[in-house]
């Protein structure tokens, strides 16, 4: 997934915190939107847009984007510990995510932003295989999300931008080579603030 302009502008904004969310502006029609405004997924140009709540409503059915703009959804779902050994999760936080062309892209946050490679296909399904619900995680618009640092056993379903404000958070609070001691209790936090929820239009 690349890091264009509107991607690389909502990592910045959350790292920066609600004021400069407060100031981003719609991709599509340029009006002001507030800092829990959605987002689309172009897929065309494999980039995430913000979207005022006007334009989002013109994509919630599928059907009105044809495969152009997708909404990207807003369920996060708590799943039962993994073994995700098999796909190989560098500092034990990463984040996986099933394209529409089959394969299954990881990354991983750095302070320098998301690192990427493609995960073993056959290491996917081994995984898929013991967790059925990751056969509906939605293509490019939502992720396995793994934290098994220090001793944190999380794995959730849950939007791509919820990966991304991680990947802020990260690259916000890291310090020095090793991360420094502020970078793993707000990564904790932040997968505290997770909460449970489906998508609604």
């Keep these: ?33 507030p800092d829990d405004h959605r987002h689309l997924y172009d897929g065309e140009r494999d980039e995430v847009l913000c979207a005022c709540r006007a ?20 369920r996060r779902i708590r799943l039962p510990p993994l073994d995700t050994e098999p796909l ?8 996986f995510v099933p394209r529409s062309d089959g394969t299954v892209v990881a990354h991983y946050p750095s302070p320098a932003g998301p690192a990427q490679w493609e995960v073993d296909a056959a290491a996917w399904q081994r995984v898929a295989t013991a967790c059925p619900e ?3 995680v939605a293509p490019d618009t939502e992720a396995l999300l793994v ?7 999380h794995h959730w379903i849950v939007p791509i931008d919820d990966c991304f404000r991680l990947v802020a958070v990260v690259r916000r ?4 080579l090793s991360g420094g001691a502020r970078v793993w209790p707000a990564v904790e936090e932040f997968f505290a603030g997770l909460t ?5 239009p």
């Design 1 to 33: 997934m690349t890091t264009g302009t509107p991607l690389a502008r909502l990592i910045r904004s959350a790292a920066a915190g609600s004021r400069a969310a407060a100031e981003e502006r719609c991709d599509l029609c340029a009006a002001a939107v």
């Design 55 to 74: 334009c989002a409503l013109l994509f919630v059915r599928g059907e009105a984007s044809d495969r152009h703009y997708r909404l990207i959804p807003q």
């Design 88 to 95: 190989g999760v560098p500092v034990g936080l990463a984040f």
């Design 134 to 136: 990751l056969a509906t």
């Design 147 to 153: 934290n098994t640092a220090r001793a944190m056993r």
């Design 173 to 176: 609070e890291w310090r020095g």
């Design 196 to 200: 449970t929820a489906r998508s609604t």
